[in-house]
C-alpha cells in the first residue's frame, strides 16, 4: 500500500501537470453536470448570507467562484496544496467582483492554515478522496468551523442501480481515460482517478468518519444516479 507521503507527492504532481486542462476536461467529461452538483452543494450552505466560508482543496476555484455567486456579501478562502491549479484558476477569475472575494492560499488540508472557530461553512468538492490521512483532514475541517458550522463534501460514489453500474464502469475505466489523456497528455491522472473513486470508502464508512471528527447531523445526498453524494455534517 501507498505510504501517506507517497500519495501526497503523486497526487501533488498529477494535478501541477494537468491544472491548465482541468476545466476545460471537467465540462467535457461530466457534460457540465459538475456545475449543477457544486450549485446543489452550495444551495446547502444558503442559511449563512454572510460571513467566511473555507473551500478547501479549492483547485481552480469553480466552488469558490459558485459560493461567491451565491451569496453577494460572502468570503471564500480557497485551499488547495497544488499551487498551479491556484493559479490555473486564479488566471482564469471572470472579470467582476467576485475575485475581490476569493483569498486562494497554498495549504494542506490535513493542516489547515487557519484558526480554530472562524468559518460558518467547509467545503470539499473531489478533494476529500484524494487526501492522504482522510480522518485527520476530517478532524481539520471540524476544527476549523465555528459552532453550528456546516460541513459539505461533494465526492463521487459508486451506483448501485444494475444498469447504470456497468456502463459508469466502462466509462471511467476506459472512455475518460482514453479521452482525457488525449487532451491533458497525461493518461495516469486520469487512471488514478477511476482507481481512487473504487478504492474510496463505503458512504456508511465516511459517515462514520465524520461522527468521529465530532460532526453530528451526519447524512448523504445521491446525485445523478448516486454517481456523486453530497456528505452533510454540523458542528
Ligand atoms: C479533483 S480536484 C477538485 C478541485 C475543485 N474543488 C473542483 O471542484 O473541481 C482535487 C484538488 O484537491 C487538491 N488536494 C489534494 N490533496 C490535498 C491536500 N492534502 N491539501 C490540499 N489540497 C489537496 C488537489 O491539489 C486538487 O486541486
Known sequence: MQQPEDKKKFVQEKFSSISGKYDLLN????????????????????????????????????LSLELTR?????????????????????KALPDDERKNRIFPVCGDGEMIPAPSDTFW???VAFGVRNLARTQQGLDEMHRILKPTGKLLILEFSRPTNLLIKPLYSLYLNK???????????????????????AAFYEPEELLAMMRQAGFSSVQRKPLTFGIVSIYIGVK
Open 175 to 197: 472512455v475518460l481515460p482514453a479521452v482525457a489523456g488525449l487532451v491533458s497528455g497525461d493518461k495516469e491522472a486520469y487512471e488514478y482517478l477511476a482507481s481512487s473513486i
Open 70 to 90: 451565491q451569496q453577494k456579501k460572502r468570503r471564500v478562502l480557497a485551499v488547495d496544496f497544488c499551487e498551479d491549479m491556484l493559479r490555473a484558476g486564479v
Open 27 to 62: 465540462s467535457l467529461l461530466s457534460m457540465q453536470i459538475d456545475k449543477y452538483w457544486r450549485w446543489k452543494t452550495t444551495r446547502l450552505l444558503q442559511q449563512f448570507t454572510d460571513g467566511q466560508v473555507l473551500d478547501l482543496c479549492a483547485g481552480t476555484l469553480p
Open 121 to 123: 461553512g467547509c467545503t
